[in-house]
Nanobody, 123 residues
Framework: QVQLVESGGGLVQAGGSLRVSCVFSGRAFSGYNMAWFRQAPGKERDVVAAISWIFTNTYYADSVKGRFTISRDNAKSTVYLQMNNLKPEDTALYYC????????????????WGQGTQVTVSS
């Protein structure tokens, strides 16, 4: 059974940076595409960034391009999301997700989810 555990969220001022991490366990990490989603109160859960397990292809939502970077360390079974120049609208619960299917950006394409880590950006 795959387990995902996020960490690294917190409170930061606008313009600041945070790095959230997600540790994957239970299966071979290298066979899974990974993604970060976020959900703000009253809003849908949307993809922020995704990274494939092969060729490390990446995808970014338009709202975070140039500010966020997704990466993975297969030796540590960990995926990261480096968030720079944070804005109040980035405030949300950030979820890590894993998929053994084709590389995608829709939540329904992901089989496993973490519990989430809260990111709050003050103005």
């Amino acid at each position: 059974q795959v387990q995902l555990v996020e960490s690294g969220g917190g409170l930061v001022q606008a313009g600041g940076s945070l790095r959230v991490s997600c540790v994957f366990s239970g299966r071979a990490f290298s066979g899974y595409n990974m993604a970060w989603f976020r959900q703000a109160p009253g809003k849908e859960r949307d993809v922020v960034a995704a990274i494939s397990w092969i060729f490390t292809n990446t995808y970014y939502a338009d709202s975070v391009k140039g500010r966020f970077t997704i990466s993975r360390d297969n030796a540590k079974s960990t995926v990261y999301l480096q968030m720079n120049n944070l804005k109040p609208e980035d405030t949300a619960l950030y979820y890590c997700a894993a998929s053994s299917a084709r590389f995608g950006i829709l939540s329904r394409e992901y089989d496993y989810w973490g519990q989430g880590t809260q990111v709050t950006v003050s103005s």
